[in-house]
């Protein structure tokens, strides 16, 4: 059994007011000057400590507001109200919704899971990833809880290739060199943005966070100065298509390359290993239409590690612009089983990757782990308003950021995470992550459940079989 995993969360304060789904609105007008106004009885001093932040020109008192409603409903003359924030509706887009962005900001400063007192109030189902219901049937044993160290719940996975067999010679040690491997505690791995108004702090956060975390950073090699340098051991350098220079010195300090798949990705791959054998490669494959067939080729041609990606709504390419990150995952698992490749390779995934809960579906979907970016960025108060690519100002000053400051603020997010994932296998009984892999046994798919339970039930039968009404 490895050794226990705990990350190291503590808060660490925004430095712009955060944007709340509702503001406060205060009219003087009409006051009766009550000798005991509710606006001092707020449970939360919300208007003691509100001010006026003359950087994003905003009332502050939104991010002390906890929505109780006290003040709203014991103003005797309804001065005090609660109305919409439109900033709030403007954040983000229709994937990366103001909620997902609140809720890292939340993680991000606190280190915690984010809790509603009130209730979860929407569908049950949606799109993507919120088409999978996980199984939650031994959230009953409390026993098994990986929080609060009742028991042990391994989250570790290892990068790299394993051999189908094992063959010994007469003494019983192994008859051949097995191949590198590297095991990272957490089943992350953390990439560079692909934009930021500071991307120089920003990776220098980042670095910092994957040497806290144990795990690796995913930064391009000529993005990698001297000083990130420093960080070798913690870093994935990804090489653009078909160029690397396997006499580069930070090869034999590093653990893991990147590469971008091309006709000549497999001739690249073993250059690099003749030159640095205990190196672990990875190949980078687009999630198009014959991303099945490509991943099994590398597989049975020895690859090691590949990462399918998709875009950043977790939609596939080309021809799989239409498919979801998590039905393109399953595809390719299912492939890899069939021909007898899947427990060789290491699959990552990327794309789309927005909460905890996509971690654990990614997983089930057939990955071993998952490679995430803007939920770093948006760690760092990113309002993901893309203004950095117009060559605009950032509202929140990622530019002058303090990387030790960033640093933890990631390592909360991912301290958070973690704590879902724990909760997760918990509550399914697992206590370790890998078995979660390709699990599909641990979850329901909404299409699958209307396909098979409840399309009969809502059709009549017919002299060709079942219909639906109305067909």
């Not at 008192?61 to 109780?68: E, F, L, P, Q």
């Not at 939340?106 to 209730?119: D, H, L, M, R, Y």
């Not at 199984?135 to 989250?155: A, F, L, Q």
């Amino acid at each position: 059994m490895p050794e226990k995993y705990h990350i190291h969360v503590r808060p660490m304060p925004s430095r712009f007011p955060s944007v709340g789904k509702t503001t406060v609105l205060d009219w003087g007008e009409g006051c009766l000057r009550c000798t005991r106004c509710v606006k001092e009885t707020c449970p939360y001093n919300a208007f003691r400590q509100r001010g006026f932040d003359d950087r994003s020109l905003s009332d502050t008192i939104d991010t002390y507001c906890k929505n109780c409603l006290r003040c709203v409903q014991g103003c005797p003359r309804e001065l005090v109200v609660k109305a919409a924030n439109p900033q709030y509706r403007r954040l983000g887009d229709d994937y990366w919704t103001p909620a997902i962005l609140q809720s890292t900001w939340f993680q991000a400063e606190t280190g915690k899971i984010p809790v509603s007192g009130a209730g979860y109030g929407g569908p049950f189902a949606g799109p993507g990833f919120d088409s999978i219901w996980t199984d939650m049937s031994e959230i009953v044993r409390p026993t098994r809880d990986g929080i609060h160290g009742r028991e042990y719940i391994s989250t570790a996975i290892e990068l790299g290739r394993k051999p189908l067999f094992l063959v010994f010679d007469a003494e019983g040690r192994l008859a051949f060199e097995p191949p590198p491997r590297v095991e990272i505690p957490l089943p992350i791995l953390l990439a560079d943005p692909p934009f930021s108004a500071g991307p120089v702090p920003v990776r220098r956060a980042l670095t910092g966070a994957a040497r806290r975390l144990r795990t690796l950073a995913v930064i391009a090699r000529e993005n990698v100065d001297p000083e990130l340098a420093a960080e070798a051991e913690h870093l994935c350098l990804t090489f653009p298509t078909g160029r690397v220079d396997t006499e580069d010195p930070l090869l034999s300090r590093v653990r893991l390359v990147e590469l971008t798949d091309h006709e000549g990705v497999l001739a690249q791959v073993e250059a690099v290993k003749r030159r640095h054998p205990g190196l672990v490669t990875m190949i980078k494959v687009p999630a198009d239409e014959g991303a099945a067939a490509r991943v099994s080729e590398l597989a049975r041609a020895g690859a090691e590690a590949i990462h399918l990606f998709c875009d950043h709504h977790a939609r596939g390419f080309l021809g799989a612009r239409e498919r979801h990150l998590k039905d393109l995952l399953r595809t390719v698992h299912l492939t890899l089983v069939e021909d007898n490749l899947r427990d060789t390779v290491t699959l990552l995934a990327s794309g789309g990757i927005a909460l905890a809960e996509h971690v654990a579906k990614a997983i089930i979907c057939g990955a071993d782990g998952v490679i995430v970016d803007l939920p770093l960025l948006l760690a760092l108060e990113c309002r993901l308003c893309r203004a950095c690519q117009r060559g605009g100002r950032c509202p929140v000053d990622i530019d002058s950021l303090d990387p030790v400051w960033g640093t933890q603020r990631q390592v909360n997010l991912m301290g958070a995470w973690n704590h879902q994932l724990l909760e997760v296998l918990g509550a399914m009984g697992l206590r370790e992550v890998r078995r979660l892999r390709g699990e599909v046994g641990r979850a329901m798919f909404v299409e699958d459940l209307e396909r098979e339970i409840f399309a009969p039930l809502f059709s009549r039968p017919g002299p060709e079989g079942f219909r639906r009404e109305g067909e």
